[in-house]
C-alpha cells in the first residue's frame, strides 16, 4: 500500500517536471532572438547582469518569459523580445534551455 | 446516540484534512511573511540612518537556504513553480533582481520582503556567495 503510494506520487512529480515544450524548435528560437545575449545554450551571456538560463527550471524560464510579455517585469531589454515570442515559442525556449546539461547553475547552498 | 457522535467525529475529521489542505499555500505565505519579517527585524540602523547588519547576522544568507537551498523546492504562493537555481548564477544578475525585488519591480512577495531587509553591500556579498562557481 504504501510502496503503491510512494509509486504514484513519484510518477505525479516526474509528471509535473516534464517540460511540455519543444526542445528542438526551442533551439531555432533561440538562435533567432535569445542568442546575442544569452547564447546559444544559455550559459554565456554576454554582460555581467544577464542571467545564465542553461539548467535552469523550464517552469521558473516560463514564468520570467510570460512576466515579460505580459509586462508583470519590467525589463525594458527582454520586453521587447518576449513580445516577440507565443506562448508555443515560450514553452519551447524553455524546453532548450532547461535541457541544457552544461550550465554554472547548480544545486549548493 | 453511539453512531452518531462517532458520524459527528469522523465528518470532524473529514473537514479537518479538506481545512489542512486547503491552507497550505496559505500557511507557506505566512511562513514567508513571517520569514521576511524576520529578516527585516534583523536589521539595524546606523545613526547616519543606513541599514548595517546585526550583530550575529553575518551569515544573512541563511534566509535564502530555506527556499533555494533545496533542489526541486516549488513556490506555493501566489502560484506553483521551482524556486530558480541561483547557486553559480552570474553575481551582477542577483544584485539586479534583489535590487528590482526591493524596488518593487519584480513582485514575488516573499522575495520583495527578503529584498527590502537588504543593503546594496549586502546584496553583493550574496551575489558573490552564490555566484562562485561548483565545488
Redesign the interface.
Same mark, same amino acid.
Given at each position: 500500500m504504501m510502496r503503491a503510494l510512494v509509486l504514484v506520487l513519484g510518477a505525479l512529480a516526474a509528471m509535473s517536471?516534464q517540460a511540455s515544450g519543444n526542445a528542438d524548435k526551442g533551439k531555432q528560437k533561440v538562435a533567432q532572438v535569445c542568442v546575442a545575449c544569452h547564447g546559444a545554450d544559455g550559459s554565456k551571456?554576454s554582460? *555581467?547582469?544577464? *542571467?545564465?538560463l542553461a539548467?535552469?527550471?523550464?517552469?521558473?524560464l516560463?514564468?520570467a518569459l510570460t512576466d515579460y510579455k505580459n509586462g508583470?517585469?519590467?525589463n525594458p531589454i527582454m520586453k521587447g523580445f518576449a513580445a516577440q515570442l507565443s506562448k508555443q515559442d515560450i514553452e519551447d525556449v524553455a524546453a532548450w534551455f532547461s535541457s541544457q546539461q552544461a550550465?554554472?547553475?547548480?544545486?549548493?547552498? | 446516540m453511539d453512531s452518531s457522535s462517532r458520524f459527528a467525529l469522523d465528518f470532524g475529521t473529514l473537514g479537518l484534512d479538506q481545512k489542512s489542505e486547503m491552507s497550505q499555500p496559505i500557511l507557506a505565505s505566512l511562513a514567508a511573511a513571517l520569514f521576511a519579517l524576520g529578516a527585516q527585524t534583523a536589521l539595524a540602523q546606523n545613526k547616519a540612518g543606513e541599514d548595517v547588519p546585526h550583530p550575529g547576522t553575518e551569515n544573512f544568507h541563511a534566509q535564502c537556504i530555506g527556499c533555494h537551498g533545496i533542489p526541486g523546492y516549488k513556490t506555493a504562493f501566489p502560484d506553483v513553480y521551482h524556486v530558480p537555481m541561483i547557486a553559480g548564477q552570474q553575481p551582477g544578475y542577483i544584485v539586479a533582481a534583489l535590487k528590482a525585488y526591493k524596488s518593487g519591480d519584480r513582485s514575488h512577495p516573499s522575495m520583495r520582503g527578503i529584498a527590502a531587509s537588504l543593503s546594496e553591500e549586502q546584496m553583493q556579498k550574496l551575489a558573490d556567495y552564490y555566484g562562485r562557481p561548483a565545488k
Open positions: 517536471a551571456p554582460a *555581467p547582469d544577464q *542571467p545564465v539548467g535552469q527550471y523550464y517552469d521558473y516560463v514564468r508583470r517585469r519590467t550550465s554554472p547553475l547548480h544545486n549548493q547552498r | -
